[in-house]
């Protein structure tokens, strides 16, 4: 059974940094890409970012490119998202998620496993 426990969110002045870490486990880490979504209040769940099984390869949505970095470490299951220079508009729940597939780009719905979220507030 696979399970994802998020930690690291919090509240943070704009311009800020946060670190948010997730650990897997219940199967092979490795072989699976990982990802980050978010959903603000009335908004859907939107992607941020993902890294591929190896963490050779990585995505990140439009908003997010060049302040945010994912990055992951097998050895230990897990995957982390450092934020920098964090805004208003990046308040969310953060949900840390993983997939079946072997495919690459992981096709975004095919991430199916989720955990339970982390909070982050970004105050102007």
């Known amino acids: 059974q696979v399970q994802l426990l998020e930690s690291g969110g919090g509240l943070v002045q704009a311009g800020g940094s946060l670190r948010l870490s997730c650990t897997a486990s219940?199967?092979?880490?490795?072989?699976?890409?990982m990802t980050w979504f978010r959903q603000a209040p009335g908004k859907e769940r939107e992607f941020v970012a993902e890294?591929?099984?190896?963490?050779?390869?990585?995505n990140y949505a439009d908003s997010v490119k060049g302040r945010f970095t994912i990055s992951r470490d097998n050895a230990k299951n897990t995957v982390s998202l450092q934020m920098d220079s964090l805004e208003p508009e990046d308040t969310a729940v953060y949900f840390c998620?993983?997939?079946?597939?072997?495919?690459?780009?992981?096709?975004?719905?095919?991430?199916?496993?989720w955990g339970q979220g982390t909070q982050v507030t970004v105050s102007s």
């Open positions: 219940g199967r092979t880490f490795s072989r699976y890409s």
């Open positions: 890294i591929s099984g190896s963490g050779g390869r990585v």
């Open positions: 998620g993983t997939t079946n597939s072997i495919l690459w780009p992981t096709p975004r719905n095919s991430y199916v496993y």
